[in-house]
């Protein structure tokens, strides 16, 4: 009976041994399919790169290039392989060159409580002469400044449409010169549109002075890829201003106002301020004189600096000594606008790596093909 009994004890032991085991494999088996399970719902983790893993960064520059022929016209059907770039004396071979429509905002100076021979008339007949000689196609903006900046038109391929805007110029006694150049160009920029021009109708001087402002402005528009084309006053202005710095003078006095506003006084007083002025004059304000001295070296310094902002954007400055001459130099603004084509290139030097500014230069190596483009690209300090 104690046998029958300890065998039975042992036979459920034996079995309570085997449950145990299959429970233990059965345990990892769920375990392991658990993780199975976790695992293949789980994304892939991003690699680390490892420190052989370069990041290549891409710049493209852009650039505005003038392409003509032997006699002066414009060279049509020019690619890559006519052009040849040098940037800092490196060598580089385009990437595109293409032909569209030009963007041109035309930027009018209405203002200056010292000018003398600028008038709001002349600004809106050449500014006009800029629109009537484009080509059909190209698209047109145009800001004024005076006291204070605005715009008369965004872009608009319409001719009708930009003559209109700018007839509705208005006078103003200031010239918020750096405004101007600050606003168009920050316009430029946003406006999402190549072969970028701007035409400054202009004496470049500016009634609150600002040299610094204003050097910042200009080195802000020279890191675009604007090509700046200034139809300038200074000329004018500072053949008319010469006799008024002397203390004794045969030429008549300036007017006393601008003809915008003579023109709205009374037929009597009208009369008497239109009147011209017989016999030298003898200038006794020492404070006048000072003035006028000041003036002339505002529009001597102006001249300079708008021409070397047209030389570094690929344009062109125009100094005409005569109202009429002013007109006619609208019509070789428009032939050098047209005459662009829009050309890019990726620079060999990065600007991470030498984060400095750029002198590029782009000659032709197709045989009665002349370009001109030259152009100084600032670096700004955020890149």
């Known amino acids: 009976m104690n046998s029958e009994a ?24 769920f375990s392991a399919f658990s993780v199975a399970q976790a695992q293949s719902g789980r994304q892939k983790p991003t690699p680390t790169p490892t420190p052989d893993e370069v990041k290549i960064a891409t ?13 002066g016209k414009f060279f049509k059907d020019v690619t890559a392989n006519d052009l040849v770039i040098a940037e800092d004396n490196i ?6 060159v293409r032909r569209i429509p030009a963007n041109v905002l035309i930027v009018l100076d209405t203002g200056g409580e010292m000018r003398a021979v600028k008038s709001l008339d ?6 006009s002469g800029i629109v009537e000689s484009l080509r059909d196609g190209d698209s047109f903006a145009v800001l004024q400044y005076s006291d204070k900046v605005d715009f008369l038109t965004e872009w608009t391929d319409d001719k009708a449409q930009a003559l209109a805007a700018i007839k509705r110029a208005k006078f103003g006694r200031r010239s918020a010169f750096v405004e101007a150049i600050t606003q168009a160009t920050d316009f430029m920029q946003k406006s999402g549109v190549d072969n970028k021009h ?19 402005a200009f ?14 006053y200074t000329k004018l202005e500072s053949v008319d201003i010469e006799p008024r710095t002397k203390s004794i003078t045969n030429t008549p006095p ?24 017989i016999g030298p004059t003898i200038i006794t304000d020492r404070k006048h004189l000072k003035n006028m001295r000041d003036r002339k070296a505002d529009l001597e310094n102006a001249e300079i600096q708008l021409g070397k902002l047209a030389e570094n954007t690929n344009g062109e400055i125009m100094l005409p000594t005569s109202l009429e001459e002013m007109i006619e130099r609208t019509a070789v603004v428009a032939r050098l606008i047209d005459a662009s084509y829009v050309v890019t290139y990726i620079p060999k030097v990065s600007f991470e790596d030498s984060p400095k500014d750029r002198n590029i230069d782009v000659t032709s190596k197709r045989p009665g093909l002349i370009v001109q483009a030259r152009r100084k690209l600032v670096v700004p300090k955020e890149r």
Request: charged share 20%.
């Open 6 to 29: 300890n065998h039975g004890r042992s036979q459920a032991s034996y079995l309570n041994s085997m449950m145990s085991k299959y429970a233990f494999i059965l345990a990892l088996i």
């Open 198 to 216: 701007m035409v400054l109708i202009t004496d470049g001087t500016d009634s609150w002075g600002r040299t610094s402002a204003r050097f910042d």
């Open 254 to 277: 300036p007017a006393a106002m601008p003809p915008e506003v003579v023109a709205q006084l009374p037929n009597g007083v009208r009369d008497r301020a239109q009147a011209p002025k």
């Open 219 to 232: 080195q802000k528009l020279l890191g675009t890829d604007v090509s700046v084309h200034v139809i300038s």
């Open 91 to 96: 060598l580089h071979q385009p990437t595109s």
């Open 59 to 71: 710049e493209e520059i852009k650039l505005n290039v003038l392409a003509f022929d032997e006699d």
């Open 122 to 127: 002349q600004t809106r007949k050449t500014a």
